[in-house]
């Protein structure tokens, strides 16, 4: 009943910039943290960047100064601005979220399906 989407993704040059979205839907009663992973090919899933309920945040190294994570309460949603994207960027992109769904006692980990980004050279 609960359920990630994601958007935003595409093929971008090297330099260039994309906004990726996620919103969560469902019976939800609360959200804890949300983030972003990044799985490139022949790679694990990792982290890329998190937000807190309260906007505190974590990047990965490699998104440091180049990604923000932000996100809209009020609507569910978490945004991953990338600006002077690289090559090495390219992979699928999951929208990650712990979120308590209603009628429920204990929080959940939930997945999107993955948004493709690459980048040219």
């Known amino acids: 009943q609960v359920q990630l989407v994601e958007s935003g993704g595409g093929l971008v040059q090297a330099g260039g910039s994309l906004r990726l979205s996620c919103v969560a839907s469902?019976?939800?009663?609360?959200?804890?943290?949300m983030g972003w992973y990044r799985q490139a090919p022949g790679k694990q899933r990792e982290l890329v960047a998190e937000?807190?309920?309260?906007?505190?945040?974590t990047y990965a190294d490699s998104a440091k100064g180049r990604f923000t994570i932000s996100r809209d309460n009020a609507k569910n949603m978490v945004y991953l601005q990338m600006n002077s994207l690289k090559p090495e960027d390219t992979g699928v992109y999951y929208c990650?979220?712990?979120?308590?769904?209603?009628?429920?006692?204990?929080?959940?980990?939930?997945w999107g399906q993955g948004t493709q980004v690459t980048v040219s050279s």
């Open positions: 469902g019976s939800i009663f609360s959200i804890n943290h």
């Open positions: 990650n979220a712990e979120i308590l769904p209603r009628w429920y006692t204990a929080s959940r980990n939930y």
């Open positions: 937000i807190t309920s309260s906007g505190s945040t």
